[in-house]
Structures are given as structure tokens and as C-alpha cells.
């Protein structure tokens, strides 16, 4: 016997000296408390309280008093907490028939979509907690009881509620309060406040249900959420970002929400409600000052994020508008009493530059720049168009730039033509179809050819022509394959495109040592080498001053009327 007490007290000293597992304390406790027969004289205080803590609890108010304290009603949903029902006169449901049932809760309804100025469901707290399955039949909506009940309607002693609700708190817990006491209403808030040191946060019953991943049936009664082995965060408050246009000045709003929900918002300041708040669906642009307020809501009704702001001084810019034609030049502001100052000669204009009175002739080789002021506006932007020496209007090329007089000789041959509003785009990565087309309308082609291209040229399309030829003449190859015109070209691609335009066969061992010189010739494809080495001792393509061809790269607009050019002989391509 003696050795067995032994054994035993040894197994209860390991036993004691194990660490216990403790629950995880990473996860929110949630509690929800609410406030029965209310508003009150009471209600505004604990409002304030609950504001200071960033608490949220649920009011099952008693109808009749709704429209004498509709403000109180207002302030209550504006703030998030959760309104809700506690009949129209607090009868005892079980003690009347099913149409009276419907008549207290549907007169509540219409006080409180009164009250806020749109409509809400709205749950049920059943007076007295009476109820049987028919009453809740008759209501069919979610019930709620609760399972701490604190009797705070009993006494008028503010800690003795505080005790009450600590003792009863637990994770998940529905309270039962009443706001018609300023003892509840003292002595809840001190007990918020002991709870949420200990890591509690509170909540609606709608958001308490939400974020414990349960849901609330019509029709059914609910007196905690204990079952539930999970717990969500809370809504995040949205981010809202302002960033200025560059051209006019407007701010450009993107806002972010939690993807629980969706985002609406307001520019003017108020609180977005289901009635003034627009659905925010993507960024959108404000073009004078505003202040943004946003919000994240899975239900209106106790299930919304804290409210974003942002207070924006958008500032618009004196928009300058440019319009070309073959002689003059003509500026425009659409701002009132706007002041445009330009330059003709490349340099940045200032409030010292001409000032524009009448449309300018237009003069080739000069690079026009201007700007607008106007009272209450930002400059605008500098506005740049040059008159090329051949005579087109460039907004995006102009005399510094290296490639230039290939635009400008492009534009001219019709080789390349404008993608709209005098626009070049010479940066633009160049596609096959694209490349093609150019070296087709250089050549010009008087003979008929015969019309074959592979299935992915279809021929409604600008360049159905360009690659047929590019076949006939063998400058591509292999008509059973994809000719993929809308991939980019690479500078190897075109370098054996104008190889087998210009010397087709023309390959030689000399060409292939000129290819080696190159740090990255082992780059070029096998298949490419002989096109890539003849296009090199064409002067075609040129190496970097780093010694490299780069032939993977792709080849901008600039780059392919370049070295197409370069393949023609045209005078004074660089």
C-alpha cells in the first residue's frame, strides 16, 4: 500500500509540473451586450460612453417612444450599433393572437424606416423573454434571449451591474440590459471597460453571429453564440488614397475595403446610409475639394466597418488644348480669363514667354510649348506639338530626339503612319504585322501576287496584304505555321526579314565571323545567325556602345522604321 501512495504522488508531482494548456489568446472574445425599453433620459450617456470605448451593442427599442427620440434613434444607427425590436408596447406575446403579433412588430418597422429615413430589418427581442414556437411563427424574424441576465432592472446600484456582467462574461455571450436606468447605463460602461483590458470586444447581435460564422433564421430564438469554434475579425476600415491628374488637376480617388463587404461612399462629408451612399465600383476623379467618408457594410443594419475619411483640396488646372492644322497653330483654355504663354523654339515657356493672342503660322522644324493660368486654377501642363520639317504634326517626336528625321522621313514615304491625334507613339513596342506592313508600303509592289497566309491572318484585317506579300516573296517563310501578328517583333526577326528582302542567299563565312565580334552573338537563334550576320554587314542593325546586339529584344516603333530604312538606303537615317 505504501508503495502505491508513492507511486501515486509521484505521478500527481510530474502531473504538476506539465504545463496546462491554455486557450488561444489570439483569437477576440466576443460579447454582445443589449438595451431593452429604450430610448431614454439614459440613452444619449451611454451613446457617449460607447463612443469613447469604441464599443457596439445592440437597442431593442420600444416602439412608441421611437418618433419623440428619433434623433437619439439616428445617432445610435449613424454610430453602428444595431437597432432592433421590442414590440410597439411591450405586450406579452404569447398572451395575443397572431395578427396583433404582426401589427406591434410591423408599426415598430415603419417608426424606426421613419426615424432613419430608409428601411431595415430589423430582430426581435420578445418582452419579458415569452415566447413560444407561434409567436415566433407570427414574428417571423431572428429572436434573440440572452444567457447573461444581469437583473440590472432590480437595483439602482452601478457596481452591482458591473459585477454582474463580469461575472457572466464568456465569449460569445448575449447580455440583457436595460438603458432605462442610469445604473445600468454607469455600471455597463465600467464593466466595458474591466472587459476590454481582459481582451474583449463588443458587438451587435447581427456582427456577434457574423464574425462566429452562424447564421440567423426567421423564426427561430437565439441565446448566445457559444457553438461556434471560430471567430472572423472585424470589418477593416477602409483606405482611401488621392492622387492628383498631372493634366487637370483633379484628384483621382481609389478606395479599399474589406472584401467581406462592400464599399460605399460619400464626397460631402455625411455618413454613407443606404440612401445617400454611392457603391464604390472602381476609381473616380473629383474635380473640385471634398470630403471623402467610406465604409465597409456586409449588413446596414450592425454589420459595418468603422467610417474612413478624407478631406481633399482639389485644386483644378487651366486644361490647354492645341489644335493644329496644315498652316496654323490655334490654343484654347477652358478655363475662364485663362492667359496662354508659348515658346516656338523647344524651350520651356515661363510667364515671360509670348503671349498667345492669335492661331500662330506654323513653321517647319519648330517645336511649339505652351501653358495656361487662370484665377483659381493650377498651371496647366506644358503643352508640346512640333511641325516637322516635312510637315506633319508631332505631339511625341521633336527635333532633339534621335530618331526624328526616321519619323519624320517614315511619315513622309507613308511607310508610318499616326495613331491618332497626332500622336507617333515611337516608343510603342512594333508588332510582326506591324513591321511587315511598313516594309510592304516602302516597296510598293506593282506585280500580282498570289494570296496565301497562314489561318491567323484573316483578311478584313490592314495588314492581310502586307503579309501575303511578305510570303510570295519569301521574306517569311512557312505558311503552314501561326504567323502571330500581334506578337512584338524581335530586332533578330526583323534583321532576317530585311535580310531576305534585300539580298536574299546572300550569306557568306565572312558575315557569320562579323556576327561573332559581338559579346552576345551566342544570343541569336540558330535559325536566325546567317539573316542576323547579313543584316550586320548591310549596316541594318547596329551593335550597342557596349558591344552587344541584343537580338531577343523588341523593337520599338522608332527602331523598326530605322532599320527599315537603313535596308532601303534612305538618305540621312541614323
Known amino acids: 500500500m505504501k508503495r502505491l501512495i508513492s507511486v501515486l504522488l509521484s505521478l500527481l508531482l510530474i502531473i504538476s509540473i506539465i504545463p496546462s494548456v491554455s486557450a488561444d489568446n489570439s483569437m477576440p472574445k466576443l460579447i454582445a451586450l443589449t438595451f431593452d425599453d429604450g430610448p431614454s433620459a439614459y440613452t444619449k450617456e451611454l451613446l457617449d460612453g460607447l463612443k469613447a470605448r469604441g464599443a457596439r451593442v445592440t437597442f431593442f427599442c420600444v416602439g412608441y417612444k421611437i418618433a419623440s427620440n428619433a ?5 445610435a444607427w449613424m454610430e453602428g450599433h444595431q437597432i432592433a425590436s421590442h414590440t410597439w408596447n411591450h405586450p406579452e406575446l404569447t398572451s395575443i393572437s397572431d395578427a396583433e403579433i404582426k401589427s406591434q412588430l410591423s408599426r415598430v418597422e415603419e417608426a424606426f424606416n421613419n426615424a432613419l429615413g430608409f428601411k431595415q430589418d430589423y430582430i426581435l427581442r420578445p418582452p ?15 429572436a434573440i434571449y440572452w444567457s447573461m441576465n444581469t437583473a440590472d432592472y432590480l437595483t439602482n446600484k452601478p457596481d452591482v451591474v458591473t459585477s454582474q456582467i463580469v461575472k457572466a462574461a464568456r465569449d460569445g455571450a448575449i447580455g440583457c440590459l436595460h438603458d432605462t436606468h442610469q445604473s445600468t447605463v454607469k455600471g455597463a460602461l465600467k464593466a466595458i471597460d474591466i472587459l476590454q483590458k481582459e481582451g474583449y470586444e463588443f458587438v451587435t447581435i447581427n456582427e456577434l453571429f457574423y464574425r462566429k460564422g452562424l447564421s440567423l433564421e426567421n ?5 448566445n453564440a457559444y457553438k461556434s469554434e471560430s471567430t472572423s475579425t472585424a470589418l477593416k476600415t477602409p483606405e482611401i488614397v488621392s492622387v492628383e491628374d498631372p493634366i487637370t488637376g483633379k484628384q483621382k480617388i481609389e478606395i479599399t475595403g474589406d472584401e467581406r463587404g462592400s464599399v460605399y461612399y460619400t464626397t460631402d462629408g455625411t455618413v454613407p446610409t443606404p440612401i445617400n451612399g454611392k457603391l464604390y465600383t472602381g476609381t473616380f476623379m473629383l474635380a473640385s475639394s471634398a470630403s471623402v467618408r467610406a465604409v465597409s457594410v456586409v449588413n446596414w443594419n450592425g454589420i459595418r466597418s468603422p467610417i474612413a475619411e478624407l478631406d481633399i483640396e482639389a485644386i483644378p488646372r487651366a486644361v490647354i488644348s492645341s489644335v493644329p492644322s ?9 478655363a475662364k480669363d485663362a492667359v496662354i504663354y508659348y515658346t516656338d523654339d523647344g524651350s520651356e515657356p515661363d510667364e515671360n514667354s509670348y503671349v498667345y493672342s492669335e492661331k500662330i503660322e506654323a513653321s517647319p522644324g519648330k517645336t511649339y510649348k505652351a501653358f495656361a493660368t487662370a484665377p483659381s486654377h493650377q498651371p496647366s501642363c506644358i503643352d508640346t506639338i512640333t511641325f516637322s520639317d516635312n510637315g506633319f504634326w508631332m505631339r511625341d517626336v521633336s527635333s532633339e530626339m534621335w530618331f526624328y528625321r526616321n519619323i519624320d522621313s517614315a511619315a513622309s514615304l507613308g511607310i508610318l503612319n499616326g495613331m491618332g491625334d497626332y500622336y507617333f507613339r515611337p516608343e510603342n513596342t512594333s508588332s510582326r504585322a506591324m513591321a511587315v506592313t511598313m516594309l510592304y508600303r516602302l516597296a510598293a509592289p506593282e506585280e500580282v501576287f498570289e494570296h496565301i497566309a497562314p489561318s491567323d491572318v484573316l483578311s478584313e484585317k490592314y495588314y492581310y496584304d502586307a503579309v501575303c506579300w511578305a510570303y510570295y516573296t519569301g521574306i517569311e517563310q512557312n505558311p503552314e505555321n501561326d504567323f502571330r501578328p500581334d506578337d512584338p517583333v524581335t530586332k533578330e526577326e526583323l534583321a532576317v526579314m530585311l535580310s531576305r528582302y534585300l539580298a536574299p542567299g546572300d550569306e557568306s563565312a565572312e558575315d557569320l565571323a562579323l556576327l561573332e565580334m559581338y559579346i552576345d552573338s551566342s544570343d541569336v537563334s540558330e535559325w536566325a545567325r546567317n539573316g542576323v550576320a547579313t543584316a550586320l554587314r548591310l549596316g541594318i542593325i547596329k551593335g550597342t556602345s557596349s558591344g552587344k546586339l541584343k537580338p531577343q529584344k523588341t523593337a520599338t516603333r522608332a527602331e ?3 532599320m527599315i530604312m537603313r535596308a532601303c538606303g534612305i538618305p540621312g537615317i541614323s
Open 71 to 75: 434623433d437619439i434613434i439616428k445617432r
Open 128 to 142: 419579458y423573454g415569452s415566447y413560444n414556437q407561434r409567436v415566433l411563427s407570427a414574428a417571423n424574424v431572428p
Open 560 to 562: 523598326t522604321v530605322t
Open 219 to 223: 423564426a427561430k430564438i437565439y441565446k
Open 326 to 334: 496644315e498652316e496654323y497653330l490655334t490654343y484654347s483654355s477652358s
